[in-house]
């Protein structure tokens, strides 16, 4: 009962804590305007180049853009914590650290959930896209799945917030991988090949490949190995996170290093 109090209770007050005191001047254009804003910016690209169709651009870009919530705001949940010099207080305590750490991702994930829905449905109204009515399903879900995956890959950026004193950069660093690496604006095949290969590593790749080919029509048991590897990806890079941060923990006891970055 203590360990789903802290998965529910804890996740929710670190949330409320995380966006507490962010002016919505601030939180308002980063997850409803910025995202419409790269769409609209890659589809007249590749309008003007002639490469890819319009719905490839808003689907990679809308999938995309929830890397701004799973990245940044995963990150925070333990930088914050250390800027205000309660982290170890946090680690101090003896609940368990799955629930404790997990329970702060539900929201990152719900959020990033919400956000790439709002970049997909709207940027695809600007720009005048269509997709069949039997494949939003299968897209709703393709679009969870990657923000579960790249919020994973954020609990690894977060363990970084352990050592390094200015993780924003860090996060930006982390989105503009993945805005290059993962399709979202240049086809797999026309990347180099060592690109393509640390692509399929990645959170958002398959989930964007999948969200496409549903788009296009195909059926779910089509991409359903894709959303499973998507699924996959999110998992390990949610262990290495984890790990990470359990060994940053045990070693900061030791050097007591916990608050010195």
Request: charged residues 10%.
């Given at each position: 009962?203590?360990?789903?109090?802290?998965?529910?209770?804890?996740?929710?007050?670190?949330?409320?804590?995380?966006?507490?005191?962010?002016?919505?001047?601030?939180?308002?254009?980063?997850?409803?305007?910025?995202?419409?804003?790269?769409?609209?910016?890659?589809?007249?690209?590749?309008?003007?180049?002639?490469?890819?169709?319009?719905?490839?651009?808003?689907?990679?870009?809308?999938?995309?853009?929830?890397?701004?919530?799973?990245?940044?705001?995963?990150?925070?949940?333990?930088?914050?914590?250390?800027?205000?010099?309660?982290?170890?207080?946090?680690?101090?305590?003896?609940?368990?650290?799955?629930?404790?750490?997990?329970?702060?991702?539900?929201?990152?994930?719900?959020?990033?959930?919400?956000?790439?829905?709002?970049?997909?449905?709207?940027?695809?109204?600007?720009?005048g896209i269509s997709v069949p009515g039997?494949?939003?399903?299968?897209?709703?879900?393709?679009?969870?799945?990657?923000?579960?995956?790249?919020?994973?890959?954020?609990?690894?950026?977060?363990?970084?917030?352990?050592?390094?004193?200015?993780?924003?950069?860090?996060?930006?660093?982390?989105?503009?991988?993945?805005?290059?690496?993962?399709?979202?604006?240049?086809?797999?095949?026309?990347?180099?090949?060592?690109?393509?290969?640390?692509?399929?590593?990645?959170?958002?790749?398959?989930?964007?490949?999948?969200?496409?080919?549903?788009?296009?029509?195909?059926?779910?048991?089509?991409?359903?190995?894709?959303?499973?590897?998507?699924?996959?990806?999110?998992?390990?890079?949610?262990?290495?996170?984890?790990?990470?941060?359990?060994?940053?923990?045990?070693?900061?006891?030791?050097?007591?290093?916990?608050?010195?970055?």
């Amino acid at each position: 009962m203590s360990s789903l109090r802290i998965f529910f209770v804890g996740g929710l007050l670190s949330f409320r804590a995380l966006f507490g005191w962010l002016s919505p001047w601030i939180l308002i254009p980063t997850y409803v305007i910025a995202p419409i804003f790269q769409i609209l910016l890659f589809v007249y690209i590749g309008r003007a180049s002639q490469t890819q169709s319009d719905e490839f651009y808003v689907i990679g870009n809308a999938l995309q853009y929830a890397a701004i919530p799973c990245i940044f705001a995963m990150t925070n949940t333990i930088a914050g914590e250390r800027s205000q010099n309660t982290l170890g207080a946090v680690l101090a305590t003896p609940a368990k650290r799955i629930p404790l750490f997990l329970g702060r991702s539900m929201p990152v994930i719900v959020n990033g959930f919400f956000v790439a829905c709002f970049a997909l449905v709207v940027g695809g109204l600007i720009v005048g896209i269509s997709v069949p009515g039997r494949s939003v399903p299968g897209i709703t879900l393709a679009i969870l799945v990657a923000a579960f995956a790249c919020t994973g890959l954020g609990l690894t950026t977060a363990a970084v917030g352990l050592l390094a004193r200015d993780t924003a950069t860090l996060s930006n660093i982390v989105f503009g991988i993945l805005l290059i690496f993962t399709g979202a604006n240049v086809a797999l095949s026309d990347l180099p090949g060592w690109m393509s290969t640390i692509a399929q590593g990645l959170p958002l790749t398959h989930g964007i490949e999948a969200a496409r080919k549903l788009a296009d029509g195909w059926s779910f048991s089509n991409v359903a190995g894709l959303l499973a590897a998507e699924a996959l990806i999110g998992v390990v890079w949610g262990v290495i996170g984890y790990t990470t941060i359990r060994g940053l923990e045990w070693l900061s006891r030791i050097h007591a290093t916990l608050e010195r970055a």
